[in-house]
């Protein structure tokens, strides 16, 4: 049992470059969340995905997109990197249990567009 | 709108020292509370939890007590080890508002021999 798992661990890109974080949970959970952490800024929520197929905007979506490719899977793309876009990316899924969620989070990836 | 304030550090301690770390919060609706915590070039750990008032989440000699009349969850911890050393951030969320967290800054805690 993995968890979340994220990959890369590290990208360096040039502005105006694409990419997408790739983000896995093998818990079974329904809910999927993409953050993005700056100093000072605790973590944002970029998108979320209450479900398989379904996904909602966060506090900071601009710049990016998602898909929810299946229930494990939920991924992250940078249409057109921006040195704005540098941060460390967390990918965190959640089930409900007795009517209360709890969020896991996978261990990041850290992103530099130059 | 929901919002977390946690005490700015670093949070410098020496081993066996007390710890806290203040949280208030404000939400529109009736919040859980979390403690999360994160260890270097790591992901956020769930640390301890609270879902209503009077509430008091424990783990690994850390606790916090859900206090709704000062909208507070303040973390303590009665005597911290060096291994304690991490970042700690405060995060809520409300029932019906999609299970969405909305985090404070975090707090670094720094514990020295």
């Known amino acids: 049992n993995a968890g979340v798992t994220q990959t890369p661990k590290f990208q360096v890109l040039k502005t105006g470059q694409s990419m997408t974080l790739q983000c896995a949970q093998d818990m079974n959970h329904n809910s999927m969340y993409w953050y993005r952490q700056d100093p000072g800024m605790g973590l944002r929520l970029i998108y979320y995905?209450?479900?398989?197929?379904?996904?909602d905007k966060g506090e900071v979506p601009n710049g990016y997109n998602v898909s929810r490719l299946n229930k494990r899977e939920f991924s992250l793309r940078l249409e057109s990197a921006a040195p704005s876009q540098t941060s460390v990316y967390f990918c965190?899924?959640?089930?409900?249990?007795?009517?209360?969620?709890?969020?896991?989070f996978g261990p990041g990836t850290r992103l530099t567009v130059l | 709108g929901n919002s977390v304030t946690q005490m700015e550090g670093p949070v410098t301690l020496s081993e066996e020292a007390f710890l806290t770390i203040n949280c208030t919060y404000t939400?529109?609706?009736?919040?859980?509370l979390f403690w999360y915590v994160q260890y270097p070039g790591e992901g956020l750990q769930l640390l301890l939890k609270?879902?209503?008032?009077?509430d008091k989440g424990s783990n690994k000699g850390f606790e916090a007590t859900y206090r709704k009349e000062t909208t507070s969850f303040h973390l303590e911890k009665g005597s911290v080890q060096v291994s304690d050393s991490a970042v700690y951030f405060c995060a809520l969320s409300v029932r019906g508002g999609g299970n969405k967290l909305t985090f404070g800054t975090g707090t670094q805690l720094k514990v020295e021999l």
């Open positions: 965190a899924s959640s089930v409900r249990d007795r009517g209360e969620d709890t969020q896991y």
């Open positions: 995905s209450a479900s398989e197929g379904t996904t």
């Open positions: 609270a879902t209503k008032a009077d």
């Open positions: 939400a529109t609706g009736y919040p859980s």
